[in-house]
């Protein structure tokens, strides 16, 4: 259960960084209010998850699917650029969390 508490904190993580984007820098009221309840709910359901979960493996993989996430969206919605070595370091990140979960035990 502390792994899906996780994966909805990341999820959460990334909504925040969508609407921070479409914020513009504090200048939009909406988006802007969005960024920040989105940021306290996953810290609080990060901090769910951690009840369970190791600190480091928790908080590397919580940043790892959110970094991982908003980059895929900034590619795909924002025209964001993409290359193979991008690629290769979403590849990387994903491993590293994948690899986290399956040696916590």
Known sequence: MAW???LAASAVEIAMGL????AEGWTRLVPSIIGVVAALASVYLLT??????PAGTAYAAWTGI?????????IVLFGDPVSWLRLVCIAMIIVAVAGLRFLEA
């Open 4 to 6: 899906i508490t996780l």
């Open 19 to 22: 609407a921070l984007k479409y």
């Open 48 to 53: 769910i998850a951690m009840r369970e979960l």
């Open 66 to 74: 959110g970094s991982v996430g908003i980059t895929v969206l900034g």
